[in-house]
């Protein structure tokens, strides 16, 4: 089973999805409308988002590409709700930067409240797997905290969903393969088996720190294949079993529109 | 937790914001891994788990074996709290988004370097208590004048002018707001004093500002 937050009509609703596509709601009225409809709005599938961990330089591939060595503990930043958007949605580039890349993640959602939790029992903490593309802007890193949260924590970069499958319908989720479309053109493509700290590791050595709770979400980090975006580009980032998520690219004048 | 927690979905902590930490820290800072100080404000998280209350005990950190860990160390600071949505706002404009200040304080491990988040210092379950409540930001004219200080079993251990703060609550109002939009209830606790206060198992700990608040905590472990 699938689960999503999509407005309809102007409604918000909490939906299932079933093997055949089919969408029920909540309260178990059936939404006649395929996945691709336009009349759909995908929300960001976490209900209510908690703390978002975010994983650097978790792909051997990836820490080489960037000049790192992979790390020897994992590399685990934070980032909130606002930087959550949901499938189909705009993200936008920041005016006068030089780099800004997608970053196509496995992202796990946390169902259950925990802490010092086993790596074995790990899963049954685990309510579901989504996608996410957490974008980062070179341009503002800083050894500081790095990466800093003005690379990192703004607002509609971390585009999530369109769905969470249920963790007992990924058997192995250390095996998937993960690509990224730029403008319909490959430009990412690895495998969740090349990841250096899996789930049940994250889970183990985040609770072993605090107390990890439902709506919690662990973002796994990205591998090798990262390149700039523009506005006006599409890009999908998908994962094998999970999920499509595509977002476009806008000014930071078309997104902030009178804020701007 | 028996009080109402204070913070709404974010808390926002402005690290390295002590004009005479920065200056003691000057070489360090050109040397690697950080190569040059910082030209940004040094922001961090106190994520949900952390978040706790006035009167509330502070856990004493464990380590990854299971062991107690040897030290513990607090900061304070003012809390701002945010009265209304704030996006991509002007210094001279950012007090007005204020709803209101109150005291946040910081419990963790020692802070041992800035290069990368520090999660398993400063994300340790209860360690941030904010409160013991709200200040309406219209009875704060100059939050920038106030004062912050920590006394730990009734001795003042640190003093801390917000004068003496690199940027001013409101630019950093207005920065923070160009990253992220901030909502009502969201707290910035805007700098803390360089120095960092060591603590004990058992400690009282009390985190003052004066026309706002104080914040008492103790710390477990015994």
């Not at chain 2, 001279?92 to 946040?104: D, I, K, R």
Request: glycine residues 6%; proline residues 6%.
């Amino acid at each position: 089973m699938r689960y999503a937050r999509i407005l309809v009509e102007g409604r918000e609703l909490d939906i299932t999805i079933d093997a055949q596509d089919k969408i029920t709601t909540q309260e178990g009225q059936s939404i006649d409308l395929p996945l691709d409809s336009d009349q759909i709005t995908w929300l960001p599938p976490v209900k209510e988002p908690g703390t978002i961990f975010a994983l650097g330089l978790n792909y051997a591939d990836h820490a080489t590409e960037l000049n790192f060595a992979p790390p020897k503990e994992p590399l685990v930043f934070i980032k909130h709700a606002n930087t959550l958007t949901g499938h189909k949605q705009t993200s936008y580039r920041p005016d006068n930067i030089e780099y800004q890349h997608y970053e196509c993640e496995l992202v796990a959602v946390i169902g259950k409240q925990g802490k010092n939790i086993k790596r074995e029992d790990a899963l049954d903490y685990v309510a579901g797997y989504t996608v996410c593309n957490d974008f980062a802007i070179r341009d503002y890193l800083e050894n500081y905290y790095r990466p800093n949260l003005r690379v990192k924590s703004r607002d509609s970069l971390l585009p999530m969903g369109p769905w969470i499958v249920d963790v007992a319908d990924v058997p192995n989720a250390n095996n998937l393969r993960l690509t990224t479309t730029v403008n319909g053109k490959i430009t990412q493509d690895g495998s969740t088996k090349d990841m250096i700290f899996d789930v049940p590791f994250l889970i183990e050595y985040l609770s072993k720190i605090m107390t990890l709770n439902p709506g919690d979400m662990i973002a796994t980090g990205t591998p090798h294949g990262v390149a700039d975006m523009q506005p006006g580009d599409t890009v999908v980032c998908s994962i094998e079993s999970i999920c499509d998520l595509e977002t476009r690219i806008v000014s930071e004048q078309e997104y902030y529109g009178k804020n701007y | 937790m028996t009080a109402t927690l204070l913070v709404n979905s974010k808390l926002v902590c402005v690290a390295l914001n002590d004009k005479a930490q920065l200056k003691a820290l000057d070489a360090t800072f050109n040397q690697a891994p950080y190569n040059k100080p910082p030209t940004q404000p040094v922001l961090y998280y106190k994520p949900r788990n952390t978040w706790s209350v006035d009167t509330a005990e502070v856990e004493w950190a464990k380590d990854f074996d299971g062991k107690d860990v040897p030290t513990m160390v607090v900061g304070a600071s003012l809390g701002v709290v945010i009265g209304k949505e704030t996006c991509r706002v002007k210094p001279e404009e950012a007090l007005s988004f204020v709803g209101g200040y109150t005291v946040v304080a910081d419990y963790s491990l020692p802070e041992e370097n800035y290069y990368r988040p520090d999660i398993k210092g400063k994300c340790l379950d209860t360690s941030a208590p904010v409160g013991p409540s709200l200040v309406a930001a219209d009875k704060i004219a100059q939050p920038d004048a106030l004062s912050v200080t920590i006394k730990v079993n009734g001795e003042l251990k640190s003093t801390f002018d917000l004068s003496q703060m690199q940027r001013s609550v409101a630019e950093l109002i207005s920065i923070i707001s160009n990253i992220m939009t901030l909502q009502a209830g969201e707290v910035i606790a805007v700098g803390f004093a360089g120095e960092r206060v060591a603590l004990a198992k058992g400690d009282k700990v009390e985190a003052a500002i004066a026309g706002i608040g104080t914040l008492n905590n103790t710390l477990g472990g015994i």
